[in-house]
Protein backbone atom coordinates (compact mmCIF):
# COMPACT_ATOMS: atom_id res chain seq x y z
CA UNK A 1 0.00 0.00 0.00
CA UNK A 2 1.41 3.31 -0.87
CA UNK A 3 1.62 6.25 1.06
CA UNK A 4 -1.58 8.08 -0.93
CA UNK A 5 -3.43 4.80 -0.55
CA UNK A 6 -2.77 4.90 3.54
CA UNK A 7 -3.49 8.69 3.65
CA UNK A 8 -6.72 7.94 1.79
CA UNK A 9 -8.01 5.30 3.91
CA UNK A 10 -7.10 6.89 6.81
CA UNK A 11 -8.67 10.08 6.29
CA UNK A 12 -11.73 7.60 5.40
CA UNK A 13 -11.79 6.03 7.84
CA UNK A 14 -11.63 8.85 10.46
CA UNK A 15 -14.15 10.45 9.18
CA UNK A 16 -16.82 7.16 9.28
CA UNK A 17 -18.80 7.32 12.48
CA UNK A 18 -18.59 4.87 14.93
CA UNK A 19 -21.56 3.35 14.09
CA UNK A 20 -20.97 2.67 10.28
CA UNK A 21 -17.28 1.82 11.73
CA UNK A 22 -18.94 -0.90 14.19
CA UNK A 23 -21.46 -2.15 11.10
CA UNK A 24 -18.49 -2.44 9.10
CA UNK A 25 -16.32 -4.79 11.84
CA UNK A 26 -19.50 -6.46 12.67
CA UNK A 27 -20.59 -7.91 9.17
CA UNK A 28 -17.06 -8.81 8.26
CA UNK A 29 -16.66 -10.78 11.59
CA UNK A 30 -19.92 -12.16 11.07
CA UNK A 31 -18.94 -13.10 7.40
CA UNK A 32 -15.74 -14.85 8.94
CA UNK A 33 -17.56 -16.99 10.89
CA UNK A 34 -20.11 -18.09 8.85
CA UNK A 35 -17.36 -19.08 6.21
CA UNK A 36 -14.97 -20.67 9.17
CA UNK A 37 -18.23 -22.84 9.69
CA UNK A 38 -18.75 -23.66 6.12
CA UNK A 39 -15.35 -24.46 5.83
CA UNK A 40 -15.29 -27.16 9.01
CA UNK A 41 -18.66 -28.54 7.50
CA UNK A 42 -16.92 -29.14 4.14
CA UNK A 43 -14.39 -30.77 5.61
CA UNK A 44 -17.02 -33.20 8.49
CA UNK A 45 -19.89 -33.23 5.70
CA UNK A 46 -19.83 -34.93 1.98
CA UNK A 47 -23.01 -33.92 1.51
CA UNK A 48 -24.23 -30.81 0.54
CA UNK A 49 -27.96 -29.26 0.10
CA UNK A 50 -29.62 -30.63 -2.82
CA UNK A 51 -32.50 -29.69 -5.09
CA UNK A 52 -36.40 -30.79 -4.20
CA UNK A 53 -36.02 -30.70 -1.16
CA UNK A 54 -38.47 -29.09 1.80
CA UNK A 55 -36.84 -27.83 4.79
CA UNK A 56 -39.00 -27.09 8.19
CA UNK A 57 -37.53 -24.27 10.35
CA UNK A 58 -38.45 -24.34 14.80
CA UNK A 59 -41.60 -22.53 13.81
CA UNK A 60 -42.96 -24.51 10.96
CA UNK A 61 -42.38 -22.56 8.40
CA UNK A 62 -41.55 -24.30 4.91
CA UNK A 63 -38.65 -23.35 2.65
CA UNK A 64 -38.99 -26.13 -0.65
CA UNK A 65 -35.85 -25.60 -2.63
CA UNK A 66 -37.28 -26.63 -6.28
CA UNK A 67 -33.82 -26.33 -8.22
CA UNK A 68 -30.08 -25.86 -7.73
CA UNK A 69 -28.63 -25.14 -11.57
CA UNK A 70 -25.07 -25.45 -12.31
CA UNK A 71 -23.71 -22.05 -11.59
CA UNK A 72 -25.54 -22.83 -7.60
CA UNK A 73 -28.47 -20.49 -8.78
CA UNK A 74 -31.55 -21.68 -6.52
CA UNK A 75 -35.15 -20.93 -6.92
CA UNK A 76 -38.16 -22.44 -4.86
CA UNK A 77 -40.97 -21.03 -2.36
CA UNK A 78 -41.40 -20.49 1.11
CA UNK A 79 -44.31 -20.90 3.38
CA UNK A 80 -44.26 -18.61 6.53
CA UNK A 81 -46.11 -20.42 9.76
CA UNK A 82 -44.68 -17.84 12.98
CA UNK A 83 -47.51 -16.40 14.86
CA UNK A 84 -47.77 -12.97 15.27
CA UNK A 85 -46.78 -12.55 11.72
CA UNK A 86 -48.13 -11.63 8.37
CA UNK A 87 -48.06 -13.60 4.95
CA UNK A 88 -49.03 -16.50 6.71
CA UNK A 89 -49.96 -20.10 4.94
CA UNK A 90 -49.46 -18.96 1.35
CA UNK A 91 -46.65 -19.94 -1.07
CA UNK A 92 -43.94 -16.88 -1.69
CA UNK A 93 -41.33 -17.53 -4.22
CA UNK A 94 -37.44 -17.89 -3.21
CA UNK A 95 -34.07 -17.20 -5.39
CA UNK A 96 -30.47 -17.35 -3.96
CA UNK A 97 -27.55 -19.30 -4.37
CA UNK A 98 -26.04 -22.58 -3.12
CA UNK A 99 -22.21 -23.06 -2.83
CA UNK A 100 -21.53 -26.63 -1.43
CA UNK A 101 -22.35 -26.27 1.86
CA UNK A 102 -23.28 -22.26 2.05
CA UNK A 103 -26.46 -20.91 1.10
CA UNK A 104 -28.08 -17.95 0.74
CA UNK A 105 -31.97 -17.01 0.19
CA UNK A 106 -34.33 -14.24 -0.04
CA UNK A 107 -38.14 -13.97 -0.52
CA UNK A 108 -40.07 -10.62 -1.53
CA UNK A 109 -43.57 -10.89 0.59
CA UNK A 110 -45.45 -10.21 -2.49
CA UNK A 111 -47.90 -12.57 -4.14
CA UNK A 112 -51.77 -12.30 -5.67
CA UNK A 113 -53.01 -12.52 -2.22
CA UNK A 114 -51.22 -10.29 -0.19
CA UNK A 115 -48.45 -7.92 -0.11
CA UNK A 116 -46.17 -7.58 3.23
CA UNK A 117 -44.39 -4.92 1.24
CA UNK A 118 -40.93 -6.18 2.82
CA UNK A 119 -38.56 -8.27 1.83
CA UNK A 120 -36.80 -11.43 4.35
CA UNK A 121 -32.65 -12.57 3.03
CA UNK A 122 -31.35 -15.81 5.21
CA UNK A 123 -27.31 -16.91 5.12
CA UNK A 124 -26.17 -19.84 6.38
CA UNK A 125 -24.83 -23.47 6.11
CA UNK A 126 -25.49 -26.60 5.78
CA UNK A 127 -24.24 -28.84 8.96
CA UNK A 128 -25.30 -32.28 10.40
CA UNK A 129 -28.56 -32.96 8.68
CA UNK A 130 -29.03 -28.86 9.28
CA UNK A 131 -29.71 -25.45 7.45
CA UNK A 132 -28.81 -22.80 10.24
CA UNK A 133 -29.23 -19.16 9.09
CA UNK A 134 -29.34 -15.66 10.22
CA UNK A 135 -32.00 -14.02 8.69
CA UNK A 136 -33.06 -9.99 8.24
CA UNK A 137 -36.03 -8.29 7.35
CA UNK A 138 -36.62 -4.65 6.05
CA UNK A 139 -40.20 -3.40 5.37
CA UNK A 140 -40.64 -0.88 2.43
CA UNK A 141 -39.85 2.60 3.37
CA UNK A 142 -37.44 2.15 6.08
CA UNK A 143 -34.85 5.04 6.95
CA UNK A 144 -32.85 3.62 9.22
CA UNK A 145 -30.92 0.35 9.90
CA UNK A 146 -32.67 0.03 13.47
CA UNK A 147 -35.70 -0.39 11.42
CA UNK A 148 -34.44 -3.88 10.03
CA UNK A 149 -35.48 -6.62 12.00
CA UNK A 150 -33.12 -10.07 12.68
CA UNK A 151 -32.75 -13.17 13.88
CA UNK A 152 -32.00 -16.78 13.08
CA UNK A 153 -33.77 -20.15 12.06
CA UNK A 154 -32.31 -23.59 12.05
CA UNK A 155 -34.41 -25.59 9.28
CA UNK A 156 -34.24 -29.39 9.28
CA UNK A 157 -35.47 -31.41 6.31
CA UNK A 158 -38.40 -32.99 5.52
CA UNK A 159 -38.61 -36.63 4.97
CA UNK A 160 -41.55 -37.25 3.26
CA UNK A 161 -42.12 -37.02 -0.51
CA UNK A 162 -41.81 -32.94 -1.81
CA UNK A 163 -44.81 -31.37 -3.00
CA UNK A 164 -43.44 -27.85 -4.28
CA UNK A 165 -46.23 -25.25 -3.19
CA UNK A 166 -48.11 -23.69 -5.87
CA UNK A 167 -46.96 -19.60 -5.76
CA UNK A 168 -50.08 -17.55 -6.49
CA UNK A 169 -49.46 -14.99 -9.07
Not at 103 to 113: A, K, M, R
Not at 124 to 132: A, K, L, R, T
Amino acid sequence: MNNTTLSTTLSTTRSASPYTLFLAVFFSTLISILASFSAIAAEDETVSISANTQWINELGSVLTIATIDSTGLLTGSYVNKAAGYPCKDTAYPVTGWVDGTAITFNTLWINSTESCNSITAWTGFYYNNQISTLWQLVEDGATATSQISSGNDAFTQKTSAVVAPKIQK
